[in-house]
């Protein structure tokens, strides 16, 4: 019997909450599959907001209460988040 290779791309989707974003997370907003890559999280009581890089300048790209539900870029192998630093196509 031959070995099959296991797939190198394991890549999925997680729902999480605002809060629970970090720097340098890929995600998307539950409504839209456009990755978006954040450069920066500021929390103020219940208030998150999220900048993401636009060439050389950080951009505010979403302002949204700690609860609010996002999809994280995850490896599905290990349940940890794709770094900013990994290129898939």
Avoid: C
Wanted: glycine share 4%.
């Amino acid at each position: 019997m031959q070995k099959t290779q296991k797939a190198s791309n394991d890549l999925a989707w997680q729902s999480i909450q605002a809060k629970d974003i970090k720097p340098g997370n890929l995600i998307t907003a539950l409504t839209a599959k456009t990755p978006r890559l954040i450069s920066n999280v500021i929390i103020t009581d219940d208030v998150v907001t999220l900048y993401e890089k636009l060439g050389m300048h950080e951009h505010v790209y979403l302002k949204v209460t700690a609860e609010h539900k996002f999809d994280l870029l995850i490896h599905s192998s290990t349940k940890e988040a794709v770094t900013a630093g990994e290129v898939y196509e």
